[in-house]
């Protein structure tokens, strides 16, 4: 399927994690439009994602690390990619941050669970074959009306939801030069979500291209910063394809993970 960059761009900016859900399950027509999606949206040989519509708590039972305690999730989505594949986990952030901003458009809620999860009962519950990994997974249901002071600490009303300025994310081309595709790309990409909002992403512009990289090949809290950078490729790409810019990506070896090129801009109108 086509990236739906309108709805997906509308949610960027309101997306927050959440951890606390209403035990029953979503609307069937939600739902559905949910599973659809999971099964359209495969923007790259070797990763699915998978929804489950059976409580949650097996998966996320006991477990909060970073993320504070998922709760009460009547559903969740998992993203798998191939064990073989060396760019699995951009290619599966970039796949989950589409289920992620569609869930978002609907209404329903979500939250990135990469490190602190039970791999093997979501691969069970999801069907992962063989050769398989689940690099991370998402909760998905009707949040719970209220915020929990949890969840007001480890997300956008607290600090964990501050963003980094882009002149200390880029290098390269001078920003007054940068294409309108490139501008509003960038900005999007500022505001992807990371493991405790750590932004391992860093950006390089040429005239017709941005490379993703990460900021040290090191990874923390049990989870790839790759992983991180596929989201903010995903969240790149919708910016650019809104101000006009379709390109194609292009993996890359570390420590650069893509590169996103356009040969030419369309009228976003």
């Given at each position: 399927m086509d990236?739906?960059?309108?709805?997906?761009?509308?949610?960027?900016?309101?997306?927050r994690s959440r951890r606390r859900f209403d035990p029953a399950l979503p609307d069937g027509t939600l739902l559905e439009r949910m599973r659809e999606v999971c099964e359209q949206f495969r923007p790259f040989p070797g990763v699915r994602a998978v929804l489950v519509t059976r409580a949650a708590e097996d998966v996320f039972k006991g477990l909060a690390g970073a993320?504070?305690?998922?709760?009460?999730?009547?559903?969740?989505?998992?993203?798998i990619g191939r064990a073989d594949d060396p760019a699995v986990q951009e290619k599966v952030g970039y796949l989950g941050e589409g289920i992620v901003l569609e869930a978002t458009s609907l209404g329903l809620?979500?939250?990135?669970?990469?490190?602190?999860?039970?791999?093997?009962?979501?691969?069970?519950?999801?069907?992962?074959?063989?050769?398989?990994?689940?690099?991370?997974?998402?909760?998905?249901g009707n949040p719970v009306a209220a915020w929990t002071a949890e969840e007001r600490l480890m997300t956008g009303f607290g600090r964990t939801h501050r963003r980094k300025p882009l002149t200390a994310l880029v290098?390269?081309?001078?920003?007054?030069?940068?294409p309108a595709?490139?501008?509003?790309?960038?900005?999007?990409?500022?505001?992807?979500?990371?493991?405790?909002?750590?932004?391992?992403?860093?950006?390089?512009?040429?005239?017709?291209?941005?490379?993703?990289a990460v900021d040290d090949p090191r990874n923390s809290y049990h989870i790839s910063k790759r992983l991180d950078c596929g989201i903010a490729m995903l969240h790149l790409?919708?910016?650019?394809?809104?101000?006009?810019?379709?390109?194609?990506?292009?993996?890359?070896?570390?420590?650069?993970?893509?590169?996103?090129?356009?040969?030419?801009?369309?009228?976003?109108?």
């Open positions: 990236i739906p960059f309108e709805a997906w761009y509308a949610t960027i900016a309101a997306r993320y504070g305690k998922v709760k009460d999730a009547p559903a969740f989505v998992a993203f809620g979500t939250c990135w669970v990469g490190g602190f999860f039970r791999p093997e009962v979501a691969a069970a519950l999801a069907g992962a074959a063989s050769g398989e990994i689940i690099p991370a997974v998402t909760p998905l290098a390269g081309m001078p920003e007054p030069e940068w595709w490139v501008r509003q790309g960038l900005t999007a990409a500022r505001l992807a979500p990371s493991a405790v909002n750590r932004q391992p992403w860093r950006f390089r512009v040429a005239g017709d291209s941005v490379t993703v790409e919708v910016g650019a394809q809104k101000a006009g810019g379709k390109g194609r990506w292009e993996f890359l070896a570390e420590p650069r993970v893509a590169r996103f090129a356009v040969a030419g801009t369309t009228n976003p109108d």
